[in-house]
């Protein structure tokens, strides 16, 4: 009986999430992230091969693509996140949603930046004495990188939503 009750107008019983809509959730901030990391992991194993420099010349160039690659991530968020699908519908902001853009395609997505770490050391060893880094900066890129793909990302797509009102 308590169902069937009528609620008071204006108010509007809100549907619940449905399973198709928080596939579709994951699998856009999943593939988002996976992107960025593999666009990432490809320009820094590029880099050295294209530009016969040490890794001090190269570095200002590894920082600029980053930053280009990680400006197109942030615009793929905010798309995707306002792109309505034809079989899930829209997707739409509140507070299940955003918990699940940040839990789940973290859980999910994030093992995808540690090629890009193990490249970064590599690089923080580069012209260094054996065993020895000197180049700590590497390693901090990789940090700043992942703090992008892991919060950022996420963020700007949970904030991208289409409100439920």
């Known amino acids: 009986m308590v169902d069937e009750l009528s609620l008071s107008e204006g108010e509007q019983r809100r549907p619940l999430p449905r399973q198709k809509t928080l596939a579709l959730l994951v699998g856009r901030v999943t593939t988002i992230k996976l992107g960025y990391w593999a666009a990432l992991t490809l320009i820094e194993l590029a880099l050295p ?21 990680t400006v197109l991530a942030l615009a793929w968020a905010r798309w995707q996140a306002r792109v309505i699908d034809r079989r899930a519908g829209g997707i739409e902001r509140g507070i299940p949603t955003i918990a699940t853009t940040f839990a789940a395609a973290s859980v999910v997505a994030s093992p995808g930046s540690l090629p890009l770490l193990l490249i970064e050391r590599a690089e923080s060893l580069e012209g260094c004495a054996p065993g020895v880094s000197c180049h700590l900066e590497a390693i901090l890129l990789w940090v700043a990188l992942f703090a992008v793909g ?16």
Request: hydrophobic content about 60%; cysteine-free.
């Open 49 to 69: 091969r294209v530009l016969d420099r040490g890794f001090t010349e190269r570095f200002p160039l590894s920082i600029a693509l980053a930053a280009v690659i």
């Open 150 to 165: 892991f919060v950022l990302i996420p963020a700007v797509f949970a904030l991208s939503l289409r409100s439920a009102h």
